[in-house]
Every structure is written in C-alpha cells, then in structure tokens.
C-alpha cells in the first residue's frame, strides 16, 4: 500500500526553486545589445517576474527597448541598442508555491563620449610619440 502511494502520480512532479545559471553583470558599448540570461528549475513552473532598479519591468517607460524570451527553464531580458537610460541594476524573481529566489546583475553602458580622444600628443599605435 505504501508503494502504490509513491507511484501513484497525481500531478505534476514537485521540486523546490533554484537557479541553475544566475545573470551575469556586463560593460556594453552604446547603442549595442545587452543579453541577460539565467536558468530557474522549479515545480510547479514559476511565475517570473523582472525589475530594473527595483521597479517591476511591465510598467511602461522603465526601459527603453527590451522583449522578454522563456524557453522551458531558461529566461532571457534583451535589451536593444543600448542608452545611458538603461544602464541600472536589473533583478529577476521566481515564484511557486515553495517560496522566492531572485538574482539580480548589473548593467553599464559605454557613452561613445567616455572613450578617450586622441590626445595633441599623437602615438604611432606601439606607444611611441609622433613629432608633430
């Protein structure tokens, strides 16, 4: 009796929420695409949720371009063509009936103003100083 008990399959298996890949901070140049990817297992499926600084990602105006991908397990932020605006630090939760789990990364976006200028003193590429 006790065997047919275990055996017995009334739904779905259980198993409590964990990350099997977290998100990865990262530098990228302006106007260029930021990938935030991360893998939960869980059951029953979590419900997710993204936050950027804090502030839930469905309200509108938070991010300038992003789409949301899931594909079984693994969950993907993309944001497109990188601004200041969007540089922050970006949190994904997970929930089901066994509790929370949630990461969090950030994300700096390079101004093309930030990159060094050439200086007056110019350099031949081997770091040595051209006579001008």
């Not at 930021?34 to 990602?57: D, H």
């Amino acid at each position: 009796m006790w065997h047919e008990r275990m055996t017995d399959s009334e739904g779905p298996q259980r198993s409590p929420l964990c990350f099997l890949s977290t998100l990865l901070s990262q530098k990228v140049p302006e106007k260029s695409d930021a990938v935030l990817r991360c893998i939960v297992s869980g059951q029953p499926k979590p419900e997710v949720t993204w936050y950027k600084n804090g502030q839930t990602m469905d309200e509108s105006g938070i991010v300038s371009s992003y789409e949301f991908f899931e594909n079984q397990y693994i969950h993907v932020l993309h944001l497109s063509c990188c601004t200041k605006n969007d540089a922050a630090v970006y949190q994904i939760s997970a929930k089901n009936s066994f509790g929370m789990i949630c990461c969090s990364a950030s994300v700096e976006v390079e101004c093309s103003s930030e990159n060094p200028q050439l200086s007056p003193n110019l350099e031949d590429g081997q770091g040595h100083r051209l006579e001008t």
